[in-house]
């Protein structure tokens, strides 16, 4: 089989989704313009493994961005929206179910006393910082430059030149009006996040971070940075917002605020909470959260919102991630070692090719850059504009591909294993990526 028909029945689907989609796609990364050629159309999943529309198979590390951190159709997974989905889909009315996730996930994560769930990471972002508005009465918010936090206008804003800009929209569509209220910095630099309070502190409502910059790669918080956020915004009157959308439940059972000791204001959650299904929420102290009406005056509701099958799914997700009888091994700490063993393996491999690269892994995520020259380090978003190697990265990607590996389609993005993936899948990998490695080098 040739190249070009290994992924024949993917284009055509591709060709015919253009005419009724924009662009193809619903969400602008599977377009594949991070690594050029066509789309790859996925058509069935089964623990560790996806299957293309051509028939092609492959160790995934996508994992639906992160949510399936069992795998594909676990069993438990199945069964819990079986089951739900024959008592109903939908009621638009409160369900027990909504109560059992919220106690779960305040019981995992130590930053969390309410929750308010919703139906997406962006959904979920948006809210709180209405939330933190409304709280502080303040209405200024602060991002860091490469941080995605969702689509909501005030998030899609870029930094400009100098320690700190007012926003200017980075999409058309967005008015500036809206954007000129979003401050932006750039990730690890806590002296420029300082200036910033120094210069505009009192009209500040919140900070929005990820603990790991996983959105631009995988950048790990340098020592301290953290804690130096939440101590600059706590003597400013300011809310601290971790976006966990990705990060929690994937680096530790209660996040990076667990694995780290930050105690935020405000949490955002998705992926994982859902177990594969639409879902988000925000999260936080009791006293803020009151402010969410019908509590408290900032308004917020959603048809969908805390959907049972979504519920379901989620329960059954971190209740089989999580649990396990006293003196043996978690999935979820099973799947931290394969990726531990995964991480450890690329910057072995690194070093024996040649090729330059930085890797990064907490829990059960892990990514790597491409890098220009040896030596560098990649801490924030400019670094990464400067040093990646995104076309290097395009040429191992379908090497990847060829040799039944799915990574995600961009430099950009970090990559998951889940609790399926097992030692044979590692090693299958790491064989993968040495000779893939020797391909991107030529």
């Known amino acids: 089989m040739t190249v070009t028909d290994r992924y024949a029945r993917s284009k055509a689907l591709f060709a015919a989704a253009q005419s009724v989609i924009p662009g193809g796609v619903n969400s602008p990364v599977r377009a594949f313009r991070g690594v050029g050629g066509t789309p790859i159309f996925f058509s069935r999943g089964s623990g560790s493994h996806v299957e293309d529309v051509d028939g092609n198979s492959y160790i995934d590390y996508v994992l639906s961005w992160g949510p399936l951190l069992l795998g594909h159709a676990h069993p438990a997974v ?17 369900t027990e179910l909504e109560t059992e996730l919220a106690e779960l996930v305040i019981a ?3 930053g969390v006393e309410q929750v308010r769930f919703v139906n997406s990471g962006t959904e979920a972002t948006m809210s709180a910082l209405r939330l933190a508005r409304a709280y502080t009465g303040r209405e200024k918010i602060v991002k860091f430059s490469g941080c995605y936090h969702g689509h909501a ?7 400009g030149s100098g320690v700190a800009t007012l926003g200017l929209p980075d999409s058309p569509g967005v008015p500036a009006s809206t954007a000129a ?3 932006t910095v750039e990730y690890n630099d806590l002296d420029a996040a300082a200036e910033l309070f120094r210069q505009h502190g009192d009209t500040i409502a919140a900070v929005i971070v990820e603990p790991i910059a996983a959105n631009m790669g995988f950048v790990l918080p340098e020592p301290g940075y953290l804690q130096g956020l939440r101590e600059l915004t706590r003597s400013h009157g300011t809310l601290l917002i971790m976006d966990e959308v990705m990060t929690g439940f994937r680096t530790s059972p209660g996040g990076c605020q667990g694995l780290w000791g930050i105690d935020p204001d405000i949490t955002c959650l998705g992926k994982v909470i859902g177990g594969g ?5 925000y999260a936080g102290k009791r ?15 959603g048809t969908l919102s805390g959907n049972p099958l979504a519920m379901a799914a989620g329960l059954a997700t971190l209740r089989t991630a999580f649990d396990a009888p006293e003196g043996e091994t978690s999935l979820f700490q099973r799947a ?32 790597f850059y491409f890098l220009k020259e040896a030596g560098v380090k990649v801490r924030n978003y400019a670094e990464a504009k400067q040093w990646v190697d995104a076309a290097r990265y395009a040429k191992f990607f379908w090497a990847m591909c060829e040799r039944g590996v799915y990574l995600a389609p961009s430099q950009f993005e970090a990559g998951f294993v889940s609790a399926a993936h097992d030692t044979v899948d590692i090693a299958v990998t790491l064989t993968a990526i040495r000779e893939a490695l020797l391909a991107a080098r030529g």
């Not at 006293?287 to 509701?301: D, F, H, L, S």
């Open 181 to 183: 209220s979003t401050l």
């Open 287 to 301: 006293a803020i959260m009151q402010t969410v009406a019908p509590a408290g005056p900032m308004y917020q509701a």
């Open 153 to 159: 206008d005030m998030l899609l804003v870029q930094a």
């Open 336 to 367: 931290a070692g394969r990726a531990q063993t995964l991480a450890d393996g690329i910057r072995s491999l690194s070093e024996q090719t040649g090729v330059p690269l930085q890797v990064g892994n907490v829990g059960t995520m892990f990514g």
């Open 108 to 110: 995992l994560m130590p």
């Open 78 to 94: 199945l069964q819990a929206i079986a089951e739900q989905a024959a008592r109903g889909t939908s009621f638009g009315a409160p």
């Open 277 to 281: 299904l639409p879902v988000g929420a």
